[in-house]
T-cell receptor, first 117, second 118 residues
Framework: GAGVSQSPRYKVAKRGQDVALRCDPISGHVSLFWYQQALGQGPEFLTYFQNEAQLDKSGLPSDRFFAERPEGSVSTLKIQRTQQEDSAVYLC???????????????FGPGTRLTVL | AQKITQTQPGMFVQEKEAVTLDCTYDTSDQSYGLFWYKQPSSGEMIFLIYQGSYDEQNATEGRYSLNFQKARKSANLVISASQLGDSAMYFCAMREGFFTGGGNKLTFGTGTQLKVEL
């Protein structure tokens, strides 16, 4: 079946511009995660949704970052007034189970590479 | 303190040989899970193997096995019979606190770049 998809795959933004990154999780997956991966680093957690509820947004680096999943499926990560330090790959992941499962394998999308000039 | 430590920035292995990628972790939780992911140059994260903190046996998935030493807090990945297609970045990750409401995010290490040579 189809995996997690993300769009756009590449985004170049001028500093100060707003961007919106889209994630389509695997159908039926309850949990959705956003991670930020800087060059040469491991992914870092941004936020987590269980269905449409945003249960953890502790990793969002500033109030310029906003995520939503209004109908419990597709999610959008929005970054306002982008800055150069926002340049990274933004990864979306989904999992079938909710947070109470110890296993809870996360399936990742291909990522969106954001470059802020 | 780092939650996940991968001390090998880069590793080389010859084709058909086995290689061990190191991972140590830090948690005070009794219930946690350890994951290994592979990230080829194309960028997608591919799940390889999982070990739960209460699992008594080391996890195995095909050519991948996890050498879990709980007392040492280490979860090394062993790849047997390396193939050229194994060349990629490998990340160790941990999920903790899943009985206390905080257990959904993965915490990743900095990764090990593996290069398989002929």
């Amino acid at each position: 079946g189809a995996g997690v998809s993300q769009s756009p795959r590449y985004k170049v933004a001028k500093r100060g511009q707003d961007v919106a990154l889209r994630c389509d999780p695997i159908s039926g997956h309850v949990s959705l995660f956003w991670y930020q991966q800087a060059l040469g680093q491991g992914p870092e957690f941004l936020t987590y949704f269980q269905n449409e509820a945003q249960l953890d947004k502790s990793g969002l680096p500033s109030d310029r970052f906003f995520a939503e999943r209004p109908e419990g499926s597709v999610s959008t990560l929005k970054i306002q007034r982008t800055q150069q330090e926002d340049s990274a790959v933004y990864l979306c992941a989904s999992s079938y189970r909710d947070g109470r499962s110890s296993y809870n394998e996360q399936f990742f999308g291909p990522g969106t590479r954001l470059t802020v000039l | 303190a780092q939650k996940i430590t991968q001390t090998q920035p880069g590793m080389f292995v010859q084709e058909k040989e086995a290689v061990t990628l190191d991972c140590t972790y830090d948690t005070s939780d009794q219930s946690y899970g350890l994951f290994w992911y592979k990230q080829p140059s194309s960028g997608e994260m591919i799940f390889l193997i999982y070990q739960g903190s209460y699992d008594e046996q080391n996890a195995t998935e095909g050519r991948y096995s996890l050498n879990f030493q709980k007392a040492r807090k280490s979860a090394n990945l062993v790849i047997s019979a390396s193939q050229l297609g194994d060349s990629a970045m490998y990340f160790c990750a941990m999920r903790e606190g899943f009985f206390t409401g905080g257990g959904n995010k993965l915490t990743f290490g900095t990764g090990t770049q593996l290069k398989v040579e002929l």
